[in-house]
């Protein structure tokens, strides 16, 4: 926000919801502000919550020009049935964002959560998928993706696309 003016926001990216309207978190609530193409001067940073059971703990990252999507490995090329895939994931810029990581399986919808503390992805395989190759394909942002919009070349530079063969044992 401008610097002593609290009501002066810098543009709709300072608004904390989703603004790309390519990832699914499109206009939901989001802790996520940013400033694009600021004019140099003063500036405040001002952390709020609309009540006191929301104050606490948080992270404050503040990044300049990120650009690179998150990284993305499989740790478990091979998996038995019942078991997790997991795969690491980093972002040495605005950080992983969780709420845009969506994973398939063979083309199908797979259920995923993410473990921040260790920066791992992980994907239970059910019990029902047959032995064999199989592929996935992960999909991660970073936090700089949610204010990414047309004004900013291609389409979902902050996103990784992920595919990796693994296999399931009997």
Known sequence: ????????LLGYRALPVGNNPYLSTWFRPRPIVAAFRPVRGIYDVVFDTVSPDGAGRF??????D????????LLTPGVGQGGELRVAL?????????ATLS???DGRAASVQYAGRTGRAVIPISSTLTPG???????VSDYQEEKNSESVPGVLPNTRFYTARFTVTG
Do not use: C
């Open 1 to 8: 926000m401008a610097a002593g003016d609290e009501n002066r």
């Open 59 to 64: 992270t404050f990252r503040f990044w300049i």
């Open 66 to 73: 990120d650009t690179t999507p998150p990284s993305a490995r």
């Open 90 to 98: 980093s972002d040495k810029g605005s950080g992983v964002d969780p």
């Open 103 to 105: 994973a398939r399986i």
């Open 133 to 139: 190759r199989h592929v996935l394909t992960l999909q």
